[in-house]
Each structure stands twice: as C-alpha cells, then as structure tokens.
C-alpha cells in the first residue's frame, strides 16, 4: 500500500513557475511507476506526465511538453513536477498517483491517488 501526499500548489501568474512535489509512504517506493494528473472544474480528470520505476523513461501530454518536468527521488520517495511558463488553462487540482506498472499514461492503471493540491493560473 502506498499513500500519498502532494503539496507545492498555489496561484501564480501567467508564465510564471511551481514546483509541486508528492511525498511517498512505503518502502517500495522504487517499484511503482509515478504519474501526475489534472482535473480543471466541469472536465475529466486528464493525464499530465508520467515517470518510470528508475526515471529514465518519462511522458508528457502534449500541452504540456517543454514546459513541465516530471522527476524522483527514490531516496526520498518523492516525485516532483516543475511546471514553467504556465498558462492560465494549466489551472486545475493537480494529483500524484503510483502504479505497479513500470509507467503508464492511463488513469485507470493507477492504484493510489493523492488528495490533491490546488494550481491556479491568472491572467
């Protein structure tokens, strides 16, 4: 079992940065693939970035990419999403889960969910 807690959200200004990380309970960490996800008011919850059981492979969607950096620590059981030059539509609650499969792009294959964490974006 895995819990997690995100933090790090807040409001910002257009183009402006945030860093927001997920702090990881369990000692097996390192075996689950980590993703980050987004869920603006009246829409579905959509796919952000995901990152591998080691880091090496990563995915973005596509609104996304050059813009934010998904990354872990399987030191400190965090995984982390930098988000630059954002925009008033990345506003959303943005949530961290974990998988058991090395890394997935699907919501469905995520097993844990955090709570949450609130990105506000102004214009």
């Known amino acids: 079992?895995?819990?997690?807690?995100?933090?790090?959200?807040?409001?910002?200004?257009?183009?402006?940065?945030?860093?927001?990380?997920?702090?990881?309970s369990g000692r097996t960490f390192s075996s689950y693939g980590m993703g980050w996800f987004r869920q603006a008011p009246g829409k579905e919850r959509e796919f952000v970035a995901c990152i591998s059981w080691s880091g090496g492979r990563t995915y973005y969607v596509d609104s996304v990419k050059g813009r934010f950096t998904i990354s872990r620590d399987n030191a400190k059981n965090t995984v982390?999403?930098?988000?630059?030059?954002?925009?008033?539509?990345?506003?959303?609650v943005y949530y961290c889960a974990?998988?058991?499969?090395?890394?997935?792009?699907?919501?469905?294959?995520?097993?844990?969910?955090?709570?949450?964490?609130?990105?506000?974006?102004?214009s």
């Open 80 to 92: 982390y999403l930098q988000m630059n030059s954002l925009k008033p539509e990345d506003t959303a």
């Open 1 to 24: 079992q895995v819990q997690l807690v995100e933090s790090g959200g807040g409001l910002v200004q257009a183009g402006g940065s945030l860093r927001l990380s997920c702090a990881a």
């Open 98 to 122: 974990a998988s058991s499969r090395v890394v997935s792009r699907s919501k469905s294959e995520y097993a844990y969910w955090g709570q949450g964490t609130q990105v506000t974006v102004s």
